[in-house]
């Protein structure tokens, strides 16, 4: 469990397609530098949030650490779009005297979204983003949460028919997350927010479970607002 606050920007000093050794696994790894300041409480094993995604550090020096990535993970996630060099957002999981700062994240990335524009809107930036899989946007609400390569943003703007939302990086973000430099036609990882999803399986289970009864509570404030919002036409 992470909290979308992105602790540090890590580099990537090895990309390794097929890692034969201990802690590759024979399958893809990476390394990761420049974060020695977060990997002094750390261990082999823990989890650790890159770019929004849960990887297991599988081999750790003082300096840095190296994840395997499953194929699974390739294919859902930005992260097989990265070269040596490439910058990444590191959190590592919350611990008993975390602050909540931004959202519960799970580091389990849904979809990427294209950067449609990124529009200046005073110092901050306005980025408009295109999810790959569209049926996430039923869990994207004005002013709600949104993890993108990690970091909890709030969502400013959203249209479900268009299939695209919006988010804004004031300038202290956009110095401390990677997407701060990232331009139209770049991808980012994205984790919707998991309470909307506990939500929706529930009202599901409800109703389903409510079949040939007559009318609860939950359904009559349903009709009640649909009524209303016709009416109100």
């Known amino acids: 469990m992470f909290t979308g606050i992105v602790e540090t920007i890590g580099t990537v000093s090895a990309l390794e397609h097929y890692d034969d050794t201990e802690g590759g696994g024979r399958g893809t790894s990476l390394t990761i530098t420049d974060c020695s300041d977060i990997l002094s409480d750390a261990h082999l094993g823990d989890s650790i949030s890159i770019n929004g995604t849960c990887l297991t550090i599988t081999h750790l020096t003082p300096a840095t650490f190296k994840v395997g990535i499953s194929p699974e993970t390739l294919r859902r996630t930005n992260l097989s779009a990265l070269t040596t060099s490439s910058h990444l957002n590191l959190e590592r999981a919350v611990s008993a005297s975390t602050r909540m700062g931004g959202h519960f994240v799970q580091g389990h990335v849904d ?15 306005t980025y408009r983003l295109s999810p790959r899989d569209e049926s996430v946007l039923r869990y994207v609400v004005e002013k709600g949460y949104v993890t993108l390569d990690g970091a909890s943003l709030t969502i400013t703007k959203e249209n ?14 956009q110095e401390r997350v990677v997407m701060g430099a990232k331009k139209a036609g770049e991808e980012v990882n994205v984790e919707v927010d998991m309470v909307g999803k506990y939500v929706e399986k529930s009202v599901r289970a409800y109703f389903e479970g409510r079949e040939g009864h007559e009318l609860g509570i939950l359904e009559k404030m349903v009709g009640r607002i649909v009524e209303e919002k016709i009416k109100g036409r």
């Open 111 to 125: 979809t990427v979204a294209m950067i449609v524009s990124t529009t200046p809107d005073g110092n901050a930036l």
């Open 160 to 173: 479900e028919a268009e299939g695209w939302f919006e988010v804004m990086l004031i300038a202290y973000t």
